[in-house]
């Protein structure tokens, strides 16, 4: 019988992934989405799945809409992908941050559960729960010490999702994932930010690139591979959380440098650092312990760093040498302000 999903997020990158997963395996995918003054589907488009997807629009932070949602899609499965997820902006907008990623998880279970609480959960958790100065490698049992407002709305989140399981017994997961990009991933991100401006550069379309923190250390994993873990927690028999990582952890400096080898170029000689990239309060080493996932879901990530680097690189020369020749597509690039415009806070000399 074909299963239902719903999705909310699933215009964001992993929103994005998992439906095509979903459809791939011949599930019926319903998503929410937000209205905005453009529409923004371009990573659905990207992926060639636009047309198979049944929009339904909702926001997290208007519980009716939640309850329609789930009322129109009747679904087996929930997958709450849906944030505020730029832990930067969380700095800049932590209210707003609290009541999207943090009070919006509320939202979701308690709608829910007082629609059909047999409908099984997923909870998008992150590593940024463990925040600074955590051992590592982080594992399910390592503590939290979230270091931004976007971890503590997502620790808030993470709770309530135990506590509807232990609660109301309903079958809630978190998916405690670390970092994990790809070419969909939003410009904002580190990882999209380098490759973007260093295919520039390499282009002759951009002179320097320039970020903050350099040191910060991050477990990257690949998109597409974490997606299917969501799946997998939600086919169990018991309701578990989970950590999805790589257990590989490299810098940003690194990232950086193997961005420019691969290019050929001498990173020393494009990069600034400029501390309007510097966050109040930063993470400094994630490196996650996926042996409980490998153990139980028989999950294990098929893509490591190096491979990650080059799929990223490899697409955004590609897209930016056809965008020279004249070529125009639905992503989002040219469409971003230069971050040199944005003003964020006011920096004190
Ligand atoms: P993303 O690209 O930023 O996508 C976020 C999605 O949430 C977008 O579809 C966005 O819609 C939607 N959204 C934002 N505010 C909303 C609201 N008020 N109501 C309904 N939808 C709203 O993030 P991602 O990388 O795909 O991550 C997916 C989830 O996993 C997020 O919850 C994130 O915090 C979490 N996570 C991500 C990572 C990672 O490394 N990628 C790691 C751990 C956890 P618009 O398109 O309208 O903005
Ligand atoms: N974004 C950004 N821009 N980050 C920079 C820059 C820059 O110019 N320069 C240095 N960094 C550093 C950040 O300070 C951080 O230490 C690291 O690069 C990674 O930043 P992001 O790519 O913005 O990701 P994140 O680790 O803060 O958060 C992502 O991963 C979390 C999981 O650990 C997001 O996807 C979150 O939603 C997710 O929960």
């Not at 930010?193 to 379309?205: M, P, Y």
């Amino acid at each position: 019988m074909t299963k239902s999903a719903l999705i909310t997020g699933i215009t964001g990158q992993d929103g994005a992934y998992l439906a095509k997963f979903l459809l791939g395996i011949k599930y019926k995918v319903f998503g929410t989405y937000r209205r905005s003054s453009t529409p923004n589907f371009w990573r659905l488009q990207y992926l060639g799945i636009f047309d198979e997807i049944n929009l339904i629009p909702a926001d997290i932070i208007d519980s009716s809409s939640i309850v329609e949602a789930i009322n129109i899609s009747q679904p087996e499965e929930f997958y709450n992908l849906a944030a505020q997820s730029f832990v930067g902006a969380s700095f800049e907008q932590p209210i707003g941050t609290g009541e999207i990623t943090g009070l919006g998880v509320t939202r979701a279970l308690e709608a829910l559960r007082q629609v059909d609480p047999e409908i099984r959960f997923y909870q998008a958790s992150t590593s940024e729960l463990y925040g600074n100065k955590a051992p590592f490698p982080q594992n399910e049992q390592t503590a939290f010490n979230p270091s931004s407002p976007y971890a503590v709305a997502k620790l808030s989140g993470y709770w309530n999702t135990r506590i509807y399981r232990e609660g109301y017994g309903m079958f809630a997961c978190n998916g405690i994932l670390f970092n994990h990009e790809s070419p969909i991933r939003g410009l904002e991100f580190v990882t999209r930010k380098i490759s973007n401006i260093a295919a520039k550069i390499a282009l002759g379309l951009e002179t320097t690139l320039v970020l903050g923190n350099l040191d910060a250390k991050r477990d990257w994993g690949y998109s597409p591979d974490y997606v299917e873990s969501m799946w997998l927690m939600l086919q169990q028999k018991e309701a578990d959380d989970y950590v999805i990582a790589t257990n590989e952890t490299h810098s940003v400096k690194e990232y950086v440098e193997k961005t420019f080898d691969f290019l050929g170029l001498d990173w020393q000689e494009y990069l600034k650092v400029d501390r309007r990239f510097l966050r109040p309060l930063d993470v400094n080493l994630l490196q996650g312990d996926y042996s409980k996932a490998e153990k139980k879901l028989k999950w294990k990530p098929k893509k490591r760093f190096h491979e990650l680097v080059e799929i990223m690189i490899k697409e955004e020369m590609n897209r930016w040498e056809r965008w020279q020749n004249g070529e125009r597509f639905p992503w989002d690039a040219p469409n971003y302000p230069h971050e040199a415009n944005i003003l964020t806070r006011v920096l004190r000399v």
